[in-house]
């Protein structure tokens, strides 16, 4: 099952990535940022959002594999977050003639970013693992509400990031949902990937069967 | 189109430093695991 995800996801990747080369060749220049950026940013927020319901079951259950789904999403929502903070500081530079400007959207996407980097290095710095756990999962609910700011800020504040974009050809919208597809299997296949780590790192330290 | 190629190599820049860092966790697992083994070995 997970092969064919693998495969199933690398092929979309394969796919989208034609099809964006040929849909953003064909895109006025203020467009074609959205194959990358948006993707990046969709995944990074359905992981955080991840985050926020298994440090909850963790906090609820205290099984073991809702704290290492909470801390697989999260490393796998501040990959994608660069992304799209370094994404977004490009086009920037490109519409706007410069890197970083002090507005609702991008200072809400900076803080995202930063909120969940404090979160994996939380998630190291506590020697014991308990209330690390514990911790790690009261953080990650209370990181989430930079969520809905991201969210919601360009389009009920004023903001010099546009609120939403339009395609005028089939091939842009096309390539503007496969791209989002693709982003969202690369983000389940990594965050599968780093959860088996965590499961095999714990059950060599242990000696024994973690929970799960 | 030099944005769009730039914002593109950036984003798979850090994809596959992501790749190299969980391939260097499972390094080092299968490390652990085999001297695990050979601990274990009569």
């Known amino acids: 099952m997970r092969n064919v995800l693998l495969y199933i996801t690398g092929a979309l990747i394969l796919i989208s990535t034609w099809l964006c080369t040929t849909a953003a060749a064909v895109a006025p220049p203020d467009r074609n940022i959205v194959y990358v950026h948006v993707p990046a940013a969709i995944s990074s927020l359905v992981c955080f959002a991840a985050v926020f319901v298994c440090s909850i079951q963790y906090l609820r259950t205290e099984r073991r594999l809702w704290d290492f789904t909470a801390a697989a999403s999260a ?3 501040l990959v994608f977050a660069t ?15 410069t890197w970083w400007t002090f507005t609702p959207r991008l200072v809400s996407s900076a803080a995202l970013w ?3 980097a404090a979160y994996c290095l939380l ?8 209330y690390m756990r514990r911790l790690s999962a009261v953080f990650g ?30 091939l842009q919208t096309s390539a503007f949902i496969l791209a ?17 780590i965590l499961q095999a790192k714990a059950k060599l330290e242990t000696k024994t069967e973690p929970d799960s | 189109m030099f944005y769009f190629a730039l914002a593109f190599t950036t984003a798979w820049v850090i994809y596959f430093l992501y790749l190299f860092y969980l391939h260097r966790h499972l390094a080092e697992l299968q490390k652990r695991l085999r001297a695990r083994e050979n601990e274990n070995r009569p």
Request: aromatic residues 12%.
């Open chain 1, 141 to 170: 609910i209370i990181a989430f509400t930079d969520v809905p700011l991201v969210v919601i800020s360009a389009r009920f504040i004023r903001d010099i990031h546009r609120p939403g974009v339009t395609f005028e050809t089939a």
């Open chain 1, 180 to 196: 989002i597809t693709a982003a969202l299997l690369l983000a389940a296949v990594l965050v599968l990937m780093r959860i088996d």
């Open chain 1, 75 to 77: 490393e796998v929502g």
């Open chain 1, 114 to 116: 930063f909120l969940y």
């Open chain 1, 83 to 97: 992304v799209f903070n370094i994404t977004g500081m490009i086009f920037a530079h490109a519409q706007w003639g």
């Open chain 1, 123 to 130: 998630r190291t710095a506590l020697a014991e693992r308990y």
